[in-house]
């Protein structure tokens, strides 16, 4: 299994960023995938998740109406749309997927939110 984030970078206050995990290694429309974040000097924190044919998207309060989840099956592709970005969203991106009791984890994207 491998996962491979990418799409971050600097940008301003209010601005988005769309943020995508490249999977491979396992069936990617069978497996529900997930978005988090760790900034520095805090837990990792979930942000939200898809099932594996997007029927069912769940999201944590705090990215709630600002953050959309998404994927492309046919692309093995998952996305992360960022929108009204603060500085508090800085932090580190990871993509996660739990197959058959394993969880797998991307390596992560750097994302920071300042003018």
């Known amino acids: 299994v491998q996962l491979v984030e990418s799409g971050g970078g600097l940008v301003q206050p209010g601005g988005s960023l769309r943020l995508s995990c490249a999977a491979s290694g396992f069936t990617f429309s069978s497996y529900a995938m997930s978005w988090y974040r760790q900034a520095p000097g805090k837990e990792r924190e979930w942000l939200a998740r898809i099932s594996d044919l997007a029927r069912y998207t769940n999201y944590a309060d705090s990215v709630k109406g600002r953050f959309t989840i998404s994927r492309d099956n046919a692309k093995n592709t998952a996305y992360l749309q960022m929108n009204g970005l603060k500085p508090e969203d800085t932090a580190v991106y990871y993509c996660?997927?739990?197959?058959?009791?394993?969880?797998?984890w991307g390596q992560g994207t750097q994302v920071t939110v300042s003018s």
């Open positions: 996660s997927t739990r197959t058959i009791g394993s969880d797998y």
